[in-house]
Every structure is written in C-alpha cells, then in structure tokens.
C-alpha cells in the first residue's frame, strides 16, 4: 500500500532557530515529491517539486532533500520566521499520477 | 496570480439536506478537483474532473456527486448529508498532467453536518 509518513506530528521551535521536517514514503513507482504549506485557513501552497534525480533543491530559505534509494526527504527551514508557522504537507506522486498526502507536520514558532 | 475561489468560508447544514460546494478558477485549468481534509488523515481525494462533463472518482467519492458545466467551475453535490460528512472541503485545479504540474488550492470550505 503506498503511504507517505511525515514527523514529527507537531513542532515548536525559536523564531531565528532552524529546523527540519521528515516525510518517508513507500510510494512505489515513483514520480516526484512535492513539499506544500498551508496557512491556517488557507489553502495548500507549493514550496517546492523534487525528481527522482534530484537530491536538494531551494526556495529561499527552505531547502528539501531527496533520496530516492531510501525513500526519504526532508524540508530544511533555516532562520525561521514568524510566518513560517503553518502546516507542511509531504505529497508523493506514483504511477498513473496517483497523489498520496501525507498527514502534515504542524509548525509553531514562537518569539 | 492563479486564483481558486469556493463559495463559502463555512456553512452548517442539517442532517439529509442537499448540499452545494462551488468551485470556480480563473487559470483555464483542464483539470479540477475537490478533497475533504481531516485531522490525522490528510487530505483525500473525493473526486476529479480532467475536461467539461467529466468526472473521474477518488479515494472517497460514496455519498459524494460532481457536476462540471463549464470549464472554470467545478461543484460538490452532498445528495444527503450526514454528520461523518463534517469536514474541511478543499477545491484544486491544475494543467494537464496533474501528477507533475502544480495544483493550486482554494481557501476551503468548513462545512459542519449538525
């Protein structure tokens, strides 16, 4: 069964410190992975779309990680921002573009 | 700047009233889609909708309808709703090739079954 799990579940971190979020799959063939966030009562935005060949790639201070050997990424958030407190959803696409969400990892930061 | 607009921020029905979500975008996206998001599940796929008049189901689509009359608007039909239908209700909408191109979302609609 393809499943994509994320951790941790929540996380509440310094404004200024870094942080870094996980999400394993176990999606099977594999197409890409996209990071989103989503504001309270908003809807999901798109941070970031990794490949099967690509192993980091940045938006600003966000940074993800792919390795597709282990089925691992995580979302590297540097410096982070008062505004940086949202959900952050793991979405893995497999064969035939089927979408499989992660549950989120629900940020806070605080001053 | 894409924009996905829903009809309504919230609404509370009523058990076994016939409920209506819209969905409109302005992009010219062929493919459109509505998922519930609940805490602890993610968001999952009701249905989805790749041209006019057409309609493909999800992971959930029982107790579900969709209607697509015209590219830019894509409704949820609740014939009957029930209380395990209480869910945040988020619309999408995306160029062809959705597993690849971005989908871009709506606010969401908090839709409370009393």
């Known amino acids: 069964k393809n499943q994509v799990e994320q951790s941790p579940q929540s996380l509440i971190i310094l404004e200024g410190k870094n942080c870094t979020l996980q999400?394993?799959?176990?999606?099977?063939?594999?197409?890409?992975l996209r990071w989103y966030k989503q504001d309270t009562g908003r809807g999901p935005v798109s941070l970031t779309i990794?490949?099967?060949?690509?192993n980091t790639k940045s938006n600003g201070r966000y940074t993800a990680t792919l390795d597709a050997d282990t089925k691992q990424s995580s979302l590297h958030i540097t410096a982070s921002q008062l505004s940086d407190s949202a959900s952050y959803i793991c979405?893995?696409?497999?064969?035939?573009?089927?979408?499989?969400f992660g549950t989120g990892t629900q940020l806070k930061v605080e001053l | 700047d894409v924009k996905v607009t829903q009809s309504s921020r919230y609404l509370v029905k009523r058990t076994g009233e016939k409920v209506f979500l819209e969905c409109v975008q302005d992009m010219d996206h062929e493919n459109m889609f509505w998922y519930r998001q609940d805490p602890g599940l993610g968001l999952r796929l009701i249905y989805f909708s790749y041209d006019v008049k057409m309609k493909e189901k999800g992971d959930i689509p029982e107790g579900y309808s969709v209607s697509r009359e015209k590219k830019e608007r894509f409704s949820l039909i609740l014939e009957s709703a029930s209380t395990n239908q209480t869910s945040m209700y988020l619309c999408?909408?995306?160029?062809?090739?959705?597993?690849?191109?971005?989908?871009?979302f709506g606010p969401g609609t908090r839709l409370t079954v009393l």
């Open positions: 999400c394993n799959y176990t999606v099977s063939p594999f197409s890409n």
């Open positions: 999408a909408s995306s160029f062809p090739g959705f597993g690849t191109n971005e989908q871009f």
């Open positions: 990794m490949t099967f060949s690509e």
């Open positions: 979405v893995v696409t497999g064969g035939g573009n089927k979408l499989t």
